[in-house]
């Protein structure tokens, strides 16, 4: 039996409901059995989507703007088509195969690697072909047992921590989003863009938020997706009103579409190159390329899926979740479809968090938010109306719920309390949930050894801890060895 045939822990099967019949749908997503409901799972999978549809706009900004090798990129229309068609693939494949509330889009940290470290080096398709790569690799690991290993491997304290270090990530990213706050000159972070709040989209951030904030206070069913409705609705109010440049919201403007439906352009599908980095880019080069979209994918998706277990109730006592092993898989294949379709590596997101705030349980919410990246693929003018700074108020309401988990954490035990803090501090500190959780990983390993507690550590964890120091001195070796 591989790894992928092991069933997970936690609440994975389902058990008779009580005098009630229930429909092949119920059983096969397990809705009753995780305490869900066909609404809960339908306004989750929506909030979901809301919460991450600017990537269908800053992927293709970024990616369009990297030339490779030959001077060519692809146009935003072709990678429009792309990033919606790949997250909306493997977002219902996540939900139908790993039936959890995860949805998949081009992953923010592997964008940056594919446009700015592997496209100038490589022609496209071979940039492509290195991120189908990536996906193969994670999916290897799924199946020899060793991603889900390292899961399991991670102490209990260290998991909680990185959920709460993730809230921290993500609610900054909502405040950076919605403009509420920038990188100032004098200092790290600022107030607004000058020190000062000012202009109707941090207005509108502020009314969602706190539209989104009292419904939860309340305890009213679809608070933060409301509160995404009415930002949108006042954003749409005030454009017309003042009638505000479109410069002001940014990728996303809250206009009435001039049209319903745009035709897909499909040209850059299985426009990939297997082999043909390692002759173009060199065998070093691209070994490089390729163990950095790896270890990146590798531990933001380990992360995330951690922190929407818990987030949604699915973990156990030790922090692990039923059907870890599809999860993993399915992750890997968005990996791989990502780069069939030219739009990077389609990875879990953050995000989801936001769905299983909303009631999102189960993979049924990952089939909505996935039908919905597909629909866009024609009616992308329609999701376009929702800017930024609606959607940003979800993810700080995420992130503030998700810091409730930090009293869980044993504070009383130094060797426990620094490796926790350095986890949840370096996420949004670095704006990177791989280098929170290297952190943690070896100052945990580290000082326990020191204080004589080797015993519960574990030998997994000391190869992690010399992965993760690799990774911290990748650009120290990469100039010893002038690569």
Known sequence: ?????????????PTQASGTARSWLDRFFFVSERGSSYGQEIRGGLTTFMAMAYII??????????????????TFAQLTTMTALSAGIATILMGVVGRAPIALAAALGVMAVVAYQAVPLMTWPQAMGLV???????????????RTAVMNA?????????????GMFVALIGLKNAGFVSAGEGSLLQLGTDGHLSGWPVVVFVIGLLVAAILLARKVPGAIFYGILS?????????????????????????LPETLFVAPDFSLLLQIDLFGAWSQAGVASSAVIL???????????????????????????????PRTNQILAMDGAGAVTGGLTSSSATLVFVESTAGVTEGARTGLASVVTGALFLLAILFSPIFGMVPGQAASCALVLVGAMMMMGVSAIEWDDISIAIPAFLTI????????IATGIGAGIISYTVIK?????????????????????IDFGLAGIERLLGI
């Open 1 to 13: 039996m591989t790894q992928l045939d092991a069933k997970g822990p936690g609440p994975e099967q």
């Open 57 to 74: 706009v800053l992927n293709p900004i970024v990616l369009s703007g990297a030339q490779d090798i030959n001077g060519y990129a692809p």
């Open 132 to 146: 189908v790569w990536q996906g193969i690799a994670i999916i290897l690991m799924v199946v020899t047992g060793v």
């Open 154 to 166: 991670i102490p209990h304290n260290l998991k909680l921590a990185i959920g709460v270090g993730i």
């Open 231 to 255: 930002a949108t609705a006042i954003a749409i109010a005030v454009t017309y009103a003042f009638r505000l440049p479109d410069e002001t919201w940014g990728d996303s403007v809250p206009r």
């Open 291 to 321: 163990f950095t979209l790896v270890l990146a994918g590798f531990f933001d998706a380990l992360g995330t899926i951690l922190a929407v277990g818990n987030k949604a109730g699915l973990t156990d006592d030790k922090g692990q979740m």
């Open 425 to 432: 501090a370096l996420m949004p500190f670095t704006y990177d």
């Open 449 to 469: 050894t020191a204080m004589g507690r080797f015993r519960e550590v574990g030998w997994l964890m000391w190869i992690l801890t010399g992965v993760f120091a």
